[in-house]
């Protein structure tokens, strides 16, 4: 069977690492900019696109992040974070996405007057506008800043819980890795975890695996955002296979904030091989100029991934969703059943 690009977007697929503000779209940040006055680099569409997506220009993690200060700009109001909700969930639907989890952190959309709870009202109304229109499934994830004080962190992990079932999934903590340890914000996560809130936290992209233990054993992480330095501590990467707990891998983001150096280096296929529960996303549309079926056709030219291998790692990021267990088994059972269907699978018990 060939797995080609009309193939792979066709498929169920989920998406637990995206952020809102890397994956915006250029016309609607120019429309945004003219409507509020915003100052931008430039407003030609193509011109802006190449400032803001990453291409050859590969740099740091730091500087992967300072074009977010572009984005953000013209995300300071309710209307804008219900548009670029909506369009965000309507792109991921169009690529095949029938789960989406969006991560943002509100402490950064409130420089105009808008409240943390008016933003995280506002994306719950865009998403769910989305669902709607599209039938595309979405939840929330909170973010905490790793260079932000830790009592911002634990005021986000509080709007977390007041959002809990009522849009809001999950909480993580992105940012700069080094120099700003996860510990440093273990107040807020244990005020998430005694709410039976779950967690994901960015960590082993640009510091080693203490970065991953901390955000296991310090933090209490479900998943694992990233996570291309967990091989270098095999006793930690074991720990994490038994206990079954996800990667979310981002092969093209991880060579443009210079995680790894060429994605024949990436770790992916060695978590495969060891059958580590790794699951594929795209982190910023824009920024990265991917979609989760870019994703996925790199890691089957660069990896030789055949149709059991999509299927598995399919089923990963179903598995991985932070949904009620019981919602999950559903939701699994039916992109099971359609997965096998396209494929000619004979039907196989999903442990």
Do not use: W
Not at 195 to 206: K, P, Q, V
Not at 234 to 258: G, Q, W
Not at 324 to 330: A, I, W
């Amino acid at each position: 069977m060939n797995l080609n690009y009309n193939l792979i977007q066709s498929l169920p697929k989920a998406e637990l690492h995206c952020h809102l503000d890397g994956s915006i779209r250029v016309e609607t940040i120019i429309d945004l900019a003219k409507k509020q006055k915003v100052k931008l680099p430039t407003f030609n569409n193509s011109l802006l696109k190449s400032q803001l997506s990453i291409g050859k220009n590969i740099g740091t993690l730091e500087e992967y992040i300072d074009r977010f200060n572009i984005t953000l700009s013209v995300m300071q109001t309710p209307e804008s974070l219900e548009r670029t909700s909506y369009e965000l969930a309507e792109d991921c639907h169009k690529d095949g996405v029938r789960y989406l989890e969006v991560r943002y952190s509100p402490i950064l959309h409130i420089s105009k007057g808008m409240t943390m709870v008016e933003s995280v009202r506002n994306v719950i109304l865009g998403l769910g506008r989305a669902e709607r229109d599209f039938g595309i499934q979405c939840g929330i994830i909170i973010c905490g800043i790793r260079h932000i004080s830790p009592k911002v962190s634990l005021e986000l992990a509080d709007l977390a819980v007041q959002f809990k079932n009522k849009g809001v999934v999950g909480y993580d903590l992105a940012g700069a890795e080094e120099n700003f340890p996860a510990k440093h914000h273990q107040e807020a996560f244990e005020l998430i975890l005694k709410n039976n809130i779950n967690t994901t936290l960015h960590a082993g992209e640009a510091y080693g695996p203490d970065s991953i233990h901390q955000a296991i054993h310090n933090c209490g992480a479900h998943r694992i955002g990233h996570g291309t330095r967990l091989q270098e501590n095999s006793d930690l990467m074991k720990y994490v296979n038994d206990h079954r707990i996800p990667l979310e891998i981002c092969l093209n983001s991880n060579i443009h904030t210079k995680s790894i150096t060429k994605l024949e280096h990436h770790p992916f296929p060695k978590y495969f091989k060891n059958h580590l529960r790794v699951t594929i996303n795209t982190d910023n549309r824009l920024i990265s100029d991917t979609t989760l079926t870019d994703e996925y056709l790199t890691a089957i030219k660069f990896y030789q991934l055949n149709p059991h291998d999509i299927r598995t790692i399919i089923i990963n990021g179903f598995k991985s969703a932070f949904l009620p267990h019981l919602e999950r088994r559903l939701l699994i059972k039916k992109i099971v059943d359609e997965l096998e269907n396209i494929f000619g699978f004979e039907k196989r018990v999903i442990v």
